[in-house]
């Protein structure tokens, strides 16, 4: 606001005098405080890729030494708990499968548990939920916690080649893997995990290409106090007439896996 005075010339009022200049002086950015930057650069560190690839190796750690201190197999020594029966068992039975997948447990002989506990049919089921289930959560576990941190190590040409293979041929690749014996089950995850693979084929071809060697070792574990069975017997020949299949396969195309 303008006063006139007694000399008829206009002058600023105080109050806008002072408004005028607040506007016209620049505000100082407020310097952030200590406490604030050293939160933020923790935030950075414990988010970075090598820490969440420690925070893998930890849980991994932590889940296969659980197993060894819990000792799962004495179930097979005392029996199942009997308030539990059924579909509800195998249920549960198929959760812990997947669990202990995930902590290097072999899969066949969790699978020949199941059919020693379930039989061959409930057996079977159960070991396919909790191979899914398990591949599942090892595959999450790497593509969160291990990805960002490995891949900028596939820098030889037999990972770069694999790696090519993995990604542009995902279905085959892990129906391959999963079809031949020879590849541990969570060499399998961990490498579909680092590489560009999709959930959707990871997933499709882990319960397809798991159902022979599953039924073949669920077979056998149901039908173990007969060794001379011709089930027990037929179960055998599927377990190996995979693992020479997948040799084949690997042979045959393992031109695949030169870096070109």
């Known amino acids: 606001?303008?006063?006139?005075?007694?000399?008829?010339?206009?002058?600023?009022?105080?109050?806008?005098?002072?408004?005028?200049?607040?506007?016209?002086?620049?505000t100082a950015d407020p310097v952030p405080s200590p406490r604030a930057g050293f939160a933020t650069r923790c935030?950075?560190?414990?988010?970075?890729?090598?820490a969440r690839?420690?925070?893998?190796?930890?849980i991994l750690a932590g889940a296969a030494s659980t197993v060894l201190l819990f000792e799962p197999q004495r179930l097979l020594t005392h029996g199942w708990p009997p308030q539990l029966g059924g579909?509800?068992?195998?249920?549960?039975?198929?959760?812990?499968?997947?669990?202990c997948s995930v902590a290097f447990?072999?899969?066949?002989?969790?699978?020949?548990?199941?059919?020693?506990?379930?039989?061959?049919?409930?057996?079977?089921?159960?070991?396919?939920?909790g191979t899914v289930l398990g591949a599942a959560a090892s595959f999450g576990l790497g593509r969160a916690l291990g990805q960002d941190a490995l891949r900028p190590l596939l820098r030889g040409r037999w990972l770069k080649a694999a790696d090519v293979q993995l990604s542009r041929h995902a279905f085959r690749s892990m129906m391959a893997?999963?079809?031949?014996?020879?590849?541990?089950?969570?060499?399998a995850n961990?490498?579909?995990?680092?590489?560009?693979?999709?959930?959707?084929?990871?997933?499709?071809?882990?319960?397809?290409?798991s159902i022979p060697n599953t039924a073949a070792y669920v077979v056998a574990g149901a039908r173990a106090a007969a060794p001379t069975s011709p089930a027990f017997l037929i179960a055998l020949a599927f377990i190996?007439?995979?693992?020479?299949?997948?040799?084949?396969?690997?042979?045959?195309?393992?031109h695949h896996l030169r870096p070109r």
């Open 105 to 129: 447990v072999p899969r066949p002989l969790m699978s020949l548990a199941a059919g020693a506990l379930f039989g061959s049919e409930l057996g079977l089921a159960a070991s396919l939920t």
């Open 240 to 254: 190996a007439v995979p693992a020479l299949a997948g040799a084949v396969v690997a042979w045959r195309k393992r």
């Open 53 to 58: 690839l420690v925070l893998l190796v930890v």
């Open 43 to 50: 935030t950075r560190v414990l988010l970075s890729p090598w």
């Open 190 to 209: 961990y490498c579909a995990a680092v590489s560009r693979m999709h959930w959707l084929p990871f997933l499709l071809a882990t319960a397809l290409g």
């Open 177 to 187: 893997a999963r079809l031949f014996p020879g590849v541990p089950f969570w060499a």
């Open 1 to 26: 606001m303008l006063d006139a005075n007694r000399s008829g010339t206009a002058t600023a009022s105080p109050r806008a005098a002072a408004t005028e200049l607040a506007v016209a002086v620049p």
């Open 87 to 99: 579909a509800a068992a195998a249920l549960v039975f198929a959760v812990a499968y997947g669990l």
